[in-house]
């Protein structure tokens, strides 16, 4: 027995309508006029670089994908070999089977392959190592861990490469751009680099440049990942059960806006538009500065603070206010505004000195559409219920079960997962769930799913890592806070807040 169809949710609220009474706008010149201007170019081109994905995404032998082939192929396949990427195949598609079926591969000969591979191959592949080294729960902790080298820093571009991107792109010496530019990056990671700078008004900005020639380099490296997926899904049985298809979409999703420095500045007006409409006072966020934005020079002012996990070695810091604070906002972006920061690791999430948090690097944004934003708050209606259908349902809504699947199959399948962690719980004497226990459960759900062959919306992907970042926040700054003490005010606070929203979006459940 299904649940009544829910009636249609509320609408998102509207950035183009906060725009014109913001005053986080209105603090800099021109930011307002930008951000409408922004605001209105910026979903056709997301539209259009989401339908690049998806043809990327599929194999295809064009003159270019060849070529591709030929330079970045070799280097795979003479670092790896044919066995190797066989082995990590079917390592993959292993890691997705339940622990008692596994055939023991060594998984330590898969990870070593998959490690060589990336090296091999070229910046789109470390990015890809970064996607695995921050996707605890929904890959082996093995690759993981493996992979932890790809988030360090990787080598600064060349002495005055910089400076020359960013004055053929501004059509203006460095020196006229601003009154001071360090040389030295404070930050180079796969995709930019960042430096500190200060305007002529006297600003501390940030100047983050793309490396040069990055975006032709993973459009090749993509549709070879996407041609190597096609052949291991047709030549080793194994690799059909990874999904490795769906999982190269969507890295080439978030890879491709990622690229495009113009939309990080479009998502961090959004964002601070959100927190300043839920009077968020304890957020900074950085603006952009409009005249010296482009699609790769993104000039934005600096904002105060230290890596969260060194908080407590500057300041004297009350890290259960701030976990309140840090679970509060990421939900009241995903549940009410539809639009969350899609990588909240330590290196993009600062505590300043008066307690107020600060976050940077916008590449990587989630947005729900009014449908999946109603489907995500039944998904944790049905979390908090225990009730595997009513999940299942949402995740259905959400667009992560296709229509022709067998849906009872998998409410069975995943009610055995279920009742294994139920049965732990209440050997650990837990009468209740926290956000711990929401980021298993839903990690557990998202990792059936992929195991049949289905594709996970990115927005899902992206909220259950932000579930397994606070989990990080908490033992870094609140080691002995009791989240599950934390549901209770929290959700108060949302139905006391938004009652009509919530009600609606619940409604029937």
Known sequence: MTSPAPLPAPPLPDAKEMAPWSKWLGARPNLREYAEHWLDIAPPHRAKLGREALRLAQPNLRWSTLGAVARTGGRVVSAVGIDGLAEIFRAASDA????????????????????RLVEAGGPAYVKLGQFIASARGLLPDEWVEAFAWCRDEVPALRPGVAEEIIERTFGKPVTELFTTFDTVPIAAASIAQVHAATLPDGSDVVVKVRRPGLRRKFLADISVMALMAGAAERLVPDARMANLGGFVELFAQIVLEELDLRLEAVNICELALAS???????????????????????????????????????????????????ITSVLEHTLIFGKFHGDLHAGNVFIAQDGSFSLVDFGIIGRLTTEQRAALVRFMIGFAQSNVRLQLEAMREFGAVPMGADFERLVAEIQVHADKLADIEIRAGQVTKGIDDLAEDMGMILRLLGRSGFVLPKELVLFFKNLLYLNSFAAALAPNANLLAEIEPIFT????????????????F
């Open 276 to 326: 300043e409409s839920a009077e968020h006072d304890y957020a900074n966020f950085p603006r952009p500065i409009p005249e010296l934005v482009a699609s790769n020079v993104l000039v934005m002012e600096r904002v105060p603070g230290v890596r969260y996990t060194d908080a407590k070695l500057h300041y004297d810091v009350d890290g259960d206010r701030l976990l309140r604070l840090a």
């Open 493 to 508: 606070y949302f139905a006391t807040k938004y009652p009509e929203a919530i009600g609606m979006m619940a409604r029937g």
């Open 96 to 115: 997705r089977k339940e622990k008692g079926v596994r055939r023991g591969i060594d998984m330590s000969v898969a990870v070593d392959h998959a490690q």
